[in-house]
């Protein structure tokens, strides 16, 4: 009897509830869902991008000399580069991915977490590490010494044996290095999850009927890992267009005006700019990235072949041979290096970090205490938190409810791929496109913590609501129609089934919003209340004073870093639950 199966399990059960039905609440019943989310794109983005398009065609002469400025080609060209950097991230990304799909849990795990810490920090924080590496001197910088003793003396006397690493390439690949060290973690999470769905069934079909060594990538890979690809882009080309803070504090004064974006070239030439180009560069600024979105989205909805758990099982559980875990570690070891460079920084002398970097010198506590000594830093942390927390609050409880009205709300088809298009476009949309009419209307209300708060939410909901509704779209139908309990509302069913993505949503807008330096900076907002821009105004002093800044940048990271590495597990399925939808 006991090898019997149990009598429910050949036995055939009747459900005494009555069937489910589904019933369509009505053309207009998805609208109310969203309408508290569109209200406040609307009232914030878009009205403020409307009057950046009238103020530019009220003096369409400002396009014409936008042209013959002898800076803007410049500019947008090295924007060009920084497209280029995107498809880097994504491609390593994906290779790193591979790597990670034959390692062991444990290497998978230390791989993941070196790869995902870059992404939370501030890009500011990555411009200052990626400095004090690249630094030109040699006595002070590794890779200057490094080049010094690869090349001799020779090679720098041209600037007195100190100008190894001060070209114009040299710096680019300071720039590319720390945009891919700080975005590649993105694209090898959604790719990662990609290569775990793509089903072995397909797999083998394609070698019977296409045999050849580019079938199993022409006919499955390519198009399963595409939504993967599509979400990757989005998230990386939002940080490429909004690149401002790296340029900014990586690169020497003397050196910008060869690496300037059209964010900073906007920055600095607003005061100088003829009446009209300010807003012509703001409206480039917004269509350059929107067509580069509407291109990913195309991508993203065109038909592909249907994923399933098969994949998954193709992770194994263990380490298979030496490489599954040396290579994991070898790139785990590189990719924590930024840190261990600014650690090291941070725990020298001021005037060691200064005369002789970061191997030779005291250690102690020097840094910090100077960091701290004015009370500037922790007297931003509280408002810097506060602000982080009210938009966290206000994206989800927007966002959620315009994710479900898309997905399950019985909103007709082509209405909600509108509304997602719309949102892949206004998620890139840089803020200098709408600073200027954004500035005018909240000179009144500097200070106020829910203005800069509201700005920071409308910036980040058009994302939000993308990567929720891809979670929310995945629910199973029989989830949504069938009640779990008596009175349990459809709305809740769906939320409580992608907690996950929800909770990612919340510390994608709080980290967000606690790194943010570009807002503030081009809303002019008080410096006391916002730690980026305490450690900003501290950067400009960068030859004397690294190793303070080396201290505000650690202990400004601490709590980003902190927060992701208590909900990682959970942030990783958030991010990817319903990519390919």
Not at 75 to 80: E, K, M, P, Q, T
Not at 368 to 390: I, K
Not at 448 to 472: K, N
């Amino acid at each position: 009897m006991s090898g019997d199966p149990p009598m429910f399990a050949v036995t055939p059960r009747t459900d005494p509830r009555p069937p489910v039905t589904w019933r369509s609440r009505g053309r207009w019943a998805g609208w109310g869902y969203v309408l508290p989310a569109l209200v406040v794109v609307t009232v914030i983005i878009i009205a403020s991008l409307v009057m950046t398009v009238a103020a530019s065609l009220r003096a369409p002469s400002g396009y014409r000399a936008l042209v013959l400025d002898p800076q803007f080609g410049p500019a947008l060209r090295n924007n060009l580069a920084w497209v280029g950097f995107t498809v880097v991230t994504c491609v390593l990304g994906l290779g790193l991915a591979y790597v990670a799909r034959s390692a062991g849990a444990r290497s998978r795990r230390v791989l993941t977490v070196a790869l995902v810490i870059p992404a939370v920090i501030s890009p500011l924080t990555a411009g200052i590490a990626f400095r004090i590496i690249f630094d030109h001197r040699p006595e002070r910088g590794p890779v200057a010494a490094v080049v010094r003793a690869a090349l001799g003396p020779a090679a720098g006397a041209g600037d007195g044996s100190q100008g190894y690493l001060l070209g114009a390439g040299w710096i680019w690949v300071l720039l590319g290095a720390a945009f891919v060290w700080q975005w590649t973690g993105v694209a090898f999470l959604a790719f990662h999850d990609g290569l775990r769905r793509v089903r072995e069934d397909l797999v083998r079909i394609a070698r019977i009927f296409a045999p050849g060594p580019w079938s199993k990538l022409r006919l499955v890979l390519i198009p399963t890992l595409l939504p993967s690809a599509a979400v990757a882009g989005l998230i990386v080309l939002l940080a490429a267009t909004r690149t401002f803070e790296i340029v900014l504090v990586a690169v020497p004064g003397s050196l910008q005006d060869q690496v300037d974006v059209l964010g900073l070239f906007w920055w600095r030439q607003s005061d100088v700019f003829v009446q009209g180009e300010r807003e012509a560069l703001g409206v480039l600024l917004f269509l350059i990235p929107a067509a580069a979105a509407l291109t990913l989205l195309w991508r993203l909805r065109k038909e592909l072949p249907s994923s399933g758990p098969s994949g998954a099982a193709r992770l194994p559980s263990r380490a298979t041979g030496r490489w599954t875990w040396v290579l994991p570690g070898l790139v785990a070891a590189v990719w924590l290096t930024p840190i261990a460079a600014l650690l090291l920084a941070s725990f020298h002398a001021p005037v060691d970090v200064a005369r002789s970097g970061l191997l030779n010198g005291d250690y102690g506590l020097e840094s910090y205490q100077e960091a701290l000594s004015d009370g500037s830093l922790l007297a931003a942390m509280v408002p810097t938190a506060t602000r982080a927390v009210l938009v966290a609050v206000l994206v989800v409880l927007t966002a959620v409810p315009a994710a479900y009205g898309l997905t399950h709300a019985g909103m007709r088809r082509r209405t909600a791929g509108a509304f997602v298009a719309f949102a892949a476009v206004f998620a890139t949309i840089p803020p200098q496109a709408i600073a200027v009419p954004l500035g005018r209307t909240t000179a009144g209300l500097a200070g106020g913590p829910v203005t800069l708060s509201l700005i920071h939410a409308a910036l980040v909901l058009p994302l939000a609501v993308l990567l929720l509704r891809g979670a929310f779209a995945s629910v199973p139908r029989s989830v949504v129609d069938r009640p779990l309990a008596q009175g349990e509302s459809a709305f809740r069913r769906v939320v409580e089934a992608r907690l996950p993505a929800v909770l990612t949503v919340a510390v994608l807008a709080a980290v967000s919003t606690w790194n943010d330096l570009v807002v503030s900076l081009l809303l002019s907002w008080p410096s006391a209340d916002q730690v980026p821009l305490v450690v900003w105004q501290q950067s400009r002093y960068f030859a004397t004073s690294a190793g303070p800044l080396a201290a505000e940048s650690v202990l400004a990271g601490v709590v980003p870093v902190a927060l992701v590495l208590a909900n990682g597990r959970l942030l990783a399925e958030g991010l990817t639950t319903g990519v390919d939808r």
